[in-house]
């Protein structure tokens, strides 16, 4: 029988919903989003791809050599990625000596703790947090200054290949999974949205 991500997405499409429309970037979208709301989703968001990228380098390590050349890509370009978040912190000079608030610090403890499951569940959780970010800041449709340059740079068409490469990536081994395995990726595909929405979320409770 097929096992592939876009079946697990169509299982549980109300809390991927959740996970990739919020009014966070809605409020992006129409401009009224806080600065302090803004300026706390972007710290948080700084210390928590630093974690993946130590998360990305440990999925490397477990995976089959023909799937490096997609994910070397994604480590290459994190080396940009995480100067690019540095500068847009110094723009609004913003403290980067945060601590990670409650809900940063599960999803980065979640993402270390799955360098102990089996590959197949890595490449599904690896495809899920990047496809939330792929969606979510895409489908509320163009954005306003400042924004523009945030949904641009994850909703844009080779970040968007990218993602379905690791859609490819991630498929071709759930096919061939047990049942356990695929119903542990399964299980990860929703704590993953689950994680994705209380971010959202705690960013859009900032206090000032
Ligand atoms: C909470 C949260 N979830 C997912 C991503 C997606 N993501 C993780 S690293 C990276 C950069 C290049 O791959 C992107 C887009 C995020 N940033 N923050």
């Known amino acids: 029988m097929s096992f592939t991500c876009n079946q697990i997405l169509q299982k549980h499409t109300d809390i991927w919903h959740e996970a990739t429309v919020h009014p966070f970037l809605e409020n992006c979208k129409s401009g009224t989003i806080q600065p ?3 300026n706390t ?3 948080q968001d700084y210390l928590f791809v630093i ?4 998360m990305l380098a440990r999925v490397l390590a477990s995976a089959p050599p023909q799937h490096f050349d997609v994910i070397l890509s ?3 370009a994190l080396k940009d990625e995480l100067n ?6 110094a723009e609004r000079q913003l403290n980067l000596a945060t601590e990670k ?3 940063c610090e599960q ?3 979640y993402m270390h703790s799955l360098a102990d499951m089996p590959y197949p569940v890595q490449a599904t959780a690896l495809w ?3 496809f939330a970010y792929n969606q979510g800041w895409q489908l509320p449709g163009a954005m306003p200054a400042p924004y523009k340059e945030f949904a641009d740079r994850w909703g844009n068409s080779d970040f968007t290949a990218y993602v379905k490469l690791l859609e490819q990536q991630a498929d071709q081994v759930l096919q061939t999974a047990s049942d356990s395995i695929q119903n542990q990726a399964e299980e990860t595909f929703v704590k993953v949205a689950k994680f994705e929405k209380d971010f959202w979320q705690m960013a859009f409770n900032a206090v000032q």
Request: hydrophobic letters at 45%.
């Open 84 to 89: 690019w978040f540095k500068e847009k912190v």
């Open 128 to 130: 899920a947090i990047e």
């Open 101 to 103: 608030q409650p809900t």
């Open 41 to 43: 989703w972007l710290v």
């Open 36 to 38: 302090h709301q803004f």
């Open 74 to 76: 994604g480590l290459a």
């Open 107 to 109: 999803y980065c403890k």
């Open 51 to 54: 974690d993946f990228t130590r």
